[in-house]
């Protein structure tokens, strides 16, 4: 129940060039394979679910399971999947699906996703609700990997997150740290760097994201709840065109570290026997430098003139 | 080739719920995920085949190879699959396929399955045939894995076997080997028991086992042919109902402990080259307490007033 | 895009008799699991591609990655297959489909596999075409893995090569080295003997191989360019009919040691950023002793009256 693009007019205005270019059965995908990297060969879409059960780099848990990287779900068929459009103005269109995470003993969580939105508007919304159907108390963890390349992304792109803190994920980001706002072009060698914020939020609860171009009058901004989403992954891919270039805005129940490596932040919640979650995020396509400057201006009063603290040391060492 | 559900007037009459509540595809399924256990994912028949090539619960072999959780024939695809009615009263209605376990130079067995059911009658019979095609011997395992829930399994139900010894699984179920024949109603923290059982036969060489609910007025029972099948494992799963409450009456050449475990038993058999083996089942619904009574009653006659002999210690130490 | 068999007016004329009866769906097979041998499940096809990403026996790699036998790209689902008929006589038929091995940020090679027959003639062409899709320069193997069982593999069949040197893949071939031309009957107990060869070629850069049954009135020949495939292993697997009594004749950049050994023997290539690489087969069918007889002079005078050396240190040392 990813989504692969966003398209209006015939053109591609949310996505990425992935060099995984066709949509890939999950039959095919074997998420244990080198080392639990399987889920990259499936790897092209706007939008990946990276969950429930577990999310974050591959890895054996302190129970001695390999957690593949970025869990199961993505590469779960859905069941029960709806197309509705309401029959009153404004012809809201709702497309909803089950995937069920059912392992006997082991885990029963369920999501209901849903993706609403109404024709004509530059905005949509995910709304997705984790009902862990067990009698027992489970974790879960859960990351939006939404994914931007061309046309947003672009040397002199820029980002904007309402935050109070960021961190670089491993030694190799710290040299970017500074300059984390903003992207270089395509870029051989590059890879990829990683940061991990705290993100605030207005009265509302309401946290914004907003990536934009160069020129500020294009882009795209994700609004989230951080009493559902706590934490923020922004991740860097800016390397070469053909190697995928794009990058990631990823709010989430946790940063992109193995499960085992999260515990001890707190970053793996609880949901208990029978407990639903629920996770309400707004997509908004910024056409305009209108557009974009209202959405700056909306990360801006979050922060009330606050700075982001910038962090040197990650927050796990992985060197250990 | 396994047997989800049996139902008649509309009612589900033998199975359970799982958790799992999907029959799910074997290509979604990759057995050697969470170290052997991804059986686990499609996990919710009435009747499960484990084997053949082996049995068991998931663990490295003597020979560094991973053998995965009840083996691979459940989630392999069956082929030349029949259903043929005869043209005679009473119109026997026989289901057959073939399920192949060929891997080149690895192991070539071929098991047809049978299923046979005369129109109007509470029985149905299995009839496998496993061939090893290979021109060298092999060893197999098979396990008839069959589970039932609502509406035999309650509070009070109980379960007969014809057999001279019972013993636990491991060290968790020694406290309830006393009470092995009786079931707890859905039981939060319960987990699981298991029992291993050696049974008996008549002078045709039958076995029977028998479950049926507090009143005794429905059931089911089983027959099998000790030369065939020497052991009896009971699976106790008397957990929360969302949790998948239910019982096991298996059947097998062998019990649930991994392979390496059970050669030293004597309970991995060889089946020579080109040699062929039958496993022959009859499964009777018990549909008032006559039935119950009559079935209880050959179970008795089989035991010929001997009592089964309680062994308080595992056959096998798994704290090695 | 492998080739099952080569029928001509109904009867197979290329192929072997695998255990593996079926052609299997990839979505079915588990390369990983067996430590890495689950291509076994479904080999069973004249001519498997084994490469591109790796090739050669299961092992982990010094990267610590798992590299399955034989790679990914037989159990890699073709796009865009195409099949062409010229409208001007002959009317040559060809096959193409594309077949990509793309994974974010491992490997972007794509091979355009091309299969061409002239409707009437005896002949049959292979030109493959890999392009490392990626900014990054990458590792590539192949071995083209043709396999043939009856109605040419016979006790007395001969094998020819246009090789230089042989030599044992393994201590067990040692025993074999010097019959190496020759073929036993099915052999309980054989398995299988593996020898690498270091084929030559002629002015124009072809090799050729040779196999015809005992009575040299019918064969098959391969010839191949030896700056596009510069090794030739020649699997003698004369075990028993039902075991799979077959032999491959496999030209390829590598033998079929796994990866890391056969990096310091400078058989792992490496493919630019954006480079191609062409891979021209001619597989022809020889079905008379006047046609074995040109194939193997062919041979011979690729040879000059030179003999093959034969070596009798394997390449690699398995035993540590």
Not at 64 to 85: C, D, F, M
Not at 148 to 164: D, N, Q, R, T, W
Not at 186 to 211: R, W
Request: hydrophobic share 35%; proline share 5%.
């Amino acid at each position: 129940m990813g989504i692969y693009q966003v398209r209006k007019e015939g053109k591609r205005i949310l996505g990425w060039d992935s060099p995984v270019t066709e949509i890939v059965n999950p039959a095919f995908i074997d998420l244990e394979s080198r080392n639990g990297l399987g889920w990259l060969d499936g790897f092209n879409e706007m939008l990946v679910r990276c969950g429930y059960e577990w999310t974050g780099h591959p890895g054996v848990d302190d129970n001695g399971q390999l957690l593949s990287l970025h869990g199961r779900v993505q590469n779960t068929p859905a069941s029960l999947v709806k197309i509705e459009i309401d029959d009153e103005a404004p012809h809201t269109i709702t497309v909803t699906g089950v995937v069920a995470e059912s392992t006997f003993k082991k885990s029963n969580l369920s999501t209901e996703t849903q993706l609403s939105i109404i024709p004509g508007e530059n905005t949509f919304s995910i709304n997705d609700t984790l009902t862990n159907k067990a009698d027992y108390d489970d974790e879960y963890q859960i990351i939006y990997h939404s994914n931007f390349g061309k046309p947003i992304l672009e040397k002199g792109a820029k980002v904007h997150a309402a935050a109070s803190e960021i961190s670089p994920f491993n030694d190799y980001e710290k040299g970017g740290l500074k300059n984390w706002q903003t992207y270089l072009g395509p870029t051989k060698d590059f890879d990829e760097m990683v940061f991990n914020l705290k993100p605030i939020s207005d009265k509302e609860g309401n946290s914004l994201a907003v990536l934009h171009n160069k020129d500020a009058d294009s882009g795209v901004s994700m609004q989230f709840k951080t009493d559902q989403l706590p934490v923020l992954t922004i991740w860097k891919n800016t390397d070469t065109l053909k190697q995928g270039y794009v990058t990631g805005i990823e709010p989430g129940t946790s940063y992109a570290y193995n499960t085992k490596y999260q515990r001890p932040l707190g970053l793996v919640p609880t949901i208990k026997a029978g407990e639903q979650k629920h996770f309400d995020l707004v997509y908004t396509v910024l056409t305009n430098a209108a557009d974009v400057s209202q959405a700056v201006d909306t990360v801006d009063n979050i922060m009330k003139k606050e700075k982001i603290q910038l962090k040197s040391e990650p927050l796990v060492d992985l060197s250990h």
